[in-house]
């Protein structure tokens, strides 16, 4: 006798409800895995808009391009792009301090001690500059300097990575493109209504203004805070986070280019925090915050007064509750982007779930049966992911001697995830980082942050007891070799002209 998984048939339609970012992302990767014999239709509307204010990432992003058979250069000029080596935090662990987020590793791993712990040992005995100082990333960075690294493992140039700045507009047109070549059929329209099957609740088509029904097995909700299909239509459901991450507006502007740096810098304020994003043809620029501690207005002209350049557009304002859906996948909807939840942009990773929710969906990609063992794990997996991510933006929050305004004394006595708490524990008493299943930041990020904040070890590891290494003498070398390096990099502007300089004609989009 055939059961119903016997009878299951390779999906054959896919609709993908929604565009920007999360909509061309997802078109183009099933385009290009899926190749032939299923028909991708994109329904989006030109008069809804997108939020596109996400122009900053992280490296898993150029795993996604070279999977795609994106050239990084062509890719570059089509959106403005620049490159990232990580993310300066200034005013977060006190006012008038700065620290370091970086791609890639503090100093060159030598030994089975972490690195970290011959710097802790130097830094107590007053014997050691700040923990940046010992990290390629930043030496790169403070130079305004950008190459890619190279292989040599032995060189300190190997020790660190890179992620991107662009236009999230340009990249979902160039990806609109890419994905148009490969089959993907666009309609442009509004969903009206969305027609289910009567006995299983599952999706069958939605309709459109202008009457058209586009039918489809699998649904893909790209329609952002709507959540058209996931919530709107099968009331998933919505977990709340906003008692660990109480920013819930931002404003965003652009502004004229002003100094060019391969990295992007987050500054803390009174009831939030400002992003400035530097791309070839502009800056990014916007700050988020917490209206519960202050006003929109207020908000609106600190921002104003912390740019370092000409506007070149009106403040756009953004609302969003952070948290996550219920499930992510739900009968044959699967959410993707901010559809399935919102954390707020601090530490780059908007896209980053976006492409992370796609890698998913691909590696437990269903037929027509729709096995609930394939959707759990993909829930269960997806939730891990954000979780772990929303702990590490907490981290930025709760590490904080901030006592200046409301927000920051809410947020150092607020109380935190129980992960969360045993990992700073356990940082503070011996300086041990904790990993944890489905981490998308390794230890060089968890120890930035640590340090940055001042949560400093209380003491160092018991191995070094046994060790002879002269980790003063060893850490000057370090520094200044990672200084002379940096000096043997073209400029970050210099390197955007020699390789990939968007057209001069398109400076001005």
């Not at 739900?330 to 559809?339: E, F, M, P, Q, R």
């Amino acid at each position: 006798m055939q059961t119903a998984a016997n009878c299951a048939q390779p999906i054959r339609k896919i609709v993908i409800v929604g565009g920007g970012t999360a909509g061309w992302m997802t078109a183009a990767a099933l385009s290009n895995a899926l190749q032939q014999g299923c028909q991708i239709t994109l329904v989006e509307s030109d008069e809804i808009g997108t939020v596109g204010v996400g122009e900053a990432t992280i490296p898993p992003i150029r795993v996604f391009n070279r999977t795609l058979g994106i050239d990084e250069n062509t890719f570059l000029k089509a959106t403005q792009g620049s490159f990232k080596l990580g993310i300066q935090f200034v005013n977060w662990g006190k006012q008038g301090h700065q620290y370091f987020h970086p791609f890639g590793n503090y100093g060159r791993q030598f030994d089975m001690v972490n690195f970290h712990h011959y710097w802790l040992a130097a830094y107590q005995q007053g014997k050691a500059a700040t923990l940046d100082d010992y990290c390629m990333a930043w030496g790169a960075a403070t130079a305004g300097r950008f190459a890619p690294p190279i292989p040599d493992t032995r060189n300190v140039l190997s020790t660190y990575e890179y992620a991107y700045h662009f236009d999230a507009g340009l990249y979902a047109r160039f990806l609109r493109q890419y994905a148009e070549q490969r089959g993907v059929r666009r309609i442009e329209g509004k969903v009206t209504q969305v027609k289910q099957n009567a006995i299983s609740g599952f999706i069958e088509a939605v309709q459109l203004e202008d009457n058209q029904l586009i039918e489809g097995e699998l649904f893909i909700d790209c329609s952002g805070f709507r959540g058209l299909l996931i919530e709107q239509t099968l009331q998933t459901g919505y977990l709340d986070w906003s008692h660990w991450l109480p920013c819930d507006r931002a404003w965003a502007v652009p502004t004229a280019r002003g100094d060019f740096t391969p990295y992007t810098r987050s500054t803390a304020h009174e009831a939030g925090w400002q992003w400035r994003i530097p791309l070839q043809h502009r800056t990014g620029n916007g700050h988020v915050f917490s209206s519960q501690f202050t006003s929109e207005q207020t908000a609106l002209d600190r921002l104003l007064q912390n740019l370092d350049a000409k506007t070149l557009a009106e403040p756009r304002m953004l609302k969003f509750v952070t948290g996550r859906r219920q499930k992510f996948w739900h009968k044959n909807v699967v959410a993707i982007g901010l559809s399935s939840g919102f954390l707020e942009p601090l530490e780059s990773t908007s896209i980053h779930l976006i492409q992370a929710g796609i890698a998913k969906l691909l590696a437990l990609f269903p037929d027509t049966a729709f096995e609930q063992d394939l959707v759990d794990e993909y829930n269960r997996i997806a939730i891990k992911e954000i979780e772990n991510i929303r702990d590490f933006i907490i981290l930025h929050y709760h590490l904080t001697q901030r006592t200046d305004s409301e927000l920051w004394r809410y947020c150092a006595s607020m109380p935190i995830p129980d992960n969360l708490q045993y990992k700073i524990k356990q940082f503070k008493r011996s300086g041990h980082l904790v990993s944890g299943e489905m981490d998308l930041f390794g230890n060089a990020s968890w120890l930035a942050v640590h340090i940055g904040q001042f949560n400093l070890p209380q003491k160092t590891d018991a191995l070094l007891a046994y060790r002879t290494v002269d980790s003063v003498a060893w850490l000057a070398k370090l520094r200044q070799g990672i200084q002379y390096a940096a000096t043997q990099l073209p400029t970050h502007q210099q390197y955007i002209e020699r390789y990939c300089a968007a057209p001069a004609s398109s400076l001005n989009v």
